[in-house]
């Protein structure tokens, strides 16, 4: 897993980052990687930081075809 300092602009290799539950804004309780980096110490994040991914269990989109009353 690839992280990139944005102190020292240091790109490393961390192969027990941890994970750190954040709050967005939007999206409330997310969580993401991170890893102290070896330079500086800072702690830093993934070098690509996908989308935030939510605490809660997403359920599974209603996959409703129309053979049911729900959607007429
Ligand atoms: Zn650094």
């Known amino acids: 897993m690839k992280f990139f300092?944005?102190?020292?602009?240091?790109?490393?290799?961390?192969?027990?980052?941890s994970k750190k539950e954040y709050k967005d804004y939007i999206l409330?309780?997310?969580?993401?990687?991170?890893s102290d980096?070896?330079?500086?110490?800072?702690?830093?994040?993934e070098k690509i930081?996908?989308?935030p991914q939510k605490l809660?269990?997403?359920?599974?989109?209603?996959?409703?075809?129309?053979d049911c009353n729900c959607c007429g």
């Open 49 to 51: 930081i996908p989308k």
């Open 37 to 45: 980096c070896p330079k500086c110490g800072q702690e830093t994040n």
């Open 5 to 17: 300092c944005t102190e020292c602009n240091h790109e490393f290799e961390a192969d027990k980052p």
């Open 28 to 34: 409330g309780p997310c969580w993401k990687y991170v």
């Open 56 to 66: 809660t269990i997403s359920y599974p989109q209603n996959s409703c075809n129309g």
